[in-house]
């Protein structure tokens, strides 16, 4: 038995392969494209490990995957791949558009030949779990209940607008063909392997480096916080026993103010890796100029998941930001090596100079 992943050498992708393969001997047949965003160092501990097969492509290559399909008979889909980047997509949402809507759009075509041409049993028990966001949902006020399910989608941003048009097709898959999938909706994820372009792994590389720390506005916006391994989790909990058909939002409860988590971020690195002039980090903070259309505050009800298929998160954000912290400290040959040519040439275009 082999299951496909999709963007398995972005951050959580990587996270989900390492866990499946920590618990499971089944192959993982990993697509990924290796945008900058995929980076296979972040699976280098499965090198000449049979139950991981990599191969490097687009999810709208239908031919690629046709042929993967065929060779491999994959008994289940899990759809990472996606550009993810909000402020990326503010500079440039072409690339949004050609992944996340047309890309899905060809994976699902694909999958609707594959999966039809499958005998009857197979048929039945495939599944395709396709990994989405809190973000199509838009901006809550303050005081406004956190977002269900049954939420109206009302995306604000080029990469929100596109994981929402994504998931409205695997929507429409299910109910016009009959096709097996489940979505998972997740809040903001952090933890090991995440590229130091989002907030919390940039505050840490940038602290390291004696650089500015940029808070957005008033740093005053809030994002629900899961740490990426309790969302691996949800997803494998989701796909072995989620109703067809359905939404699950993955949550842990734990709303933050941008600013304080960058005060957490100092706070725990003025512990573990003070400044050699004894200063605090977060003396590094710079206010710079907001987000274009930035959402003032996301929150998952993730009731439903907790309910319905007794998932719960292992970590809280206490220990979950511990271990973050630690990991990028003992881990600086990735992140020297993640902070290539490209990635300074995104840091000048977003924070100039
Ligand atoms: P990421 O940007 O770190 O990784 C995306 C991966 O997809 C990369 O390895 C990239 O090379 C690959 N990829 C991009 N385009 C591709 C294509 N056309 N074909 C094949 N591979 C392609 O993203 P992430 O943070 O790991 O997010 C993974 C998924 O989870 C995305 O769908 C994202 O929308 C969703 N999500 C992310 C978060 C979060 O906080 N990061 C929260 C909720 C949902
Ligand atoms: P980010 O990690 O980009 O995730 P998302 O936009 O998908 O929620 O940003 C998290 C929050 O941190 C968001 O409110 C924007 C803010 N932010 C900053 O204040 N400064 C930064 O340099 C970055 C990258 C983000």
């Given at each position: 038995m082999s299951i496909l992943v999709t963007g398995g050498a972005g951050f959580i992708g990587s996270n989900f392969v390492l866990d499946w393969l920590g618990q499971s001997d089944e192959t993982v047949i990993n697509l990924d494209k290796l945008t900058y965003a995929g980076n296979l160092e972040n699976l280098a501990s499965l090198q000449g490990d049979a139950r991981h097969?990599?191969?490097?492509?687009?999810?709208?290559?239908?031919?690629?995957?046709?042929?993967?399909?065929?060779?491999?008979?994959?008994?289940?889909?899990?759809?990472?791949?996606?550009?993810?980047?909000?402020?990326?997509?503010?500079?440039?949402?072409?690339?949004?558009?050609?992944?996340?809507?047309?890309?899905?759009?060809?994976?699902?075509?694909?999958?609707?030949?594959?999966?039809?041409?499958?005998?009857?049993?197979?048929?039945?028990?495939?599944?395709?779990?396709?990994?989405?966001?809190?973000?199509?949902?838009?901006?809550?006020?303050?005081?406004?209940?956190a977002f269900t399910e049954t939420h109206r989608y009302e995306p604000n941003s080029p990469y929100s607008a596109s994981k929402a048009a994504s998931d409205h097709l695997v929507r429409a898959y299910h109910h016009t063909y009959g096709m097996p999938v489940l979505t998972t909706n997740c809040s903001n994820n952090y933890g090991p392997y995440h590229f130091p372009e989002k907030l919390i792994p940039l505050m840490i590389v940038n602290a390291l480096a004696g650089k500015p720390l940029p808070v957005y506005g008033d740093g005053q916006q809030i994002r629900d916080w899961l740490y990426v391994k309790d969302h691996c989790s949800a997803i494998r909990r989701v796909l072995a026993d989620g109703r067809l058909g359905e939404t699950y939002h993955v949550g842990g409860w734990n709303e933050k103010p941008n600013l304080e988590i960058v005060h957490t971020v100092c706070a725990l690195l003025d512990e573990l890796r003070p400044r050699a002039d004894g200063q605090p980090y977060r003396e590094q903070i710079t206010y710079v100029t907001d987000r274009p259309g930035h959402d003032r505050r996301y929150a998952i009800d993730a009731r439903k998941l907790e309910q319905e298929l007794g998932w719960k998160p292992a970590e809280t954000f206490e220990t979950g930001i511990r271990k973050t912290v630690a990991w990028y400290l003992e881990n600086q040959p990735w992140v020297a090596n993640v902070l290539s040519g490209g990635y300074r040439d995104w840091v000048a275009k977003q924070y100039g100079a």
């Open positions: 097969v990599f191969v490097q492509g687009d999810i709208g290559d239908f031919a690629l995957v046709a042929r993967l399909l065929a060779e491999h008979q994959p008994r289940a889909v899990v759809n990472f791949a996606a550009e993810s980047h909000v402020d990326r997509s503010i500079h440039g949402p072409g690339e949004f558009i050609d992944t996340n809507i047309v890309g899905t759009f060809q994976l699902l075509e694909v999958l609707r030949a594959y999966w039809g041409g499958l005998a009857d049993e197979s048929k039945a028990a495939f599944r395709l779990l396709h990994v989405s966001t809190d973000e199509v949902y838009g901006s809550l006020a303050k005081g406004d209940p």
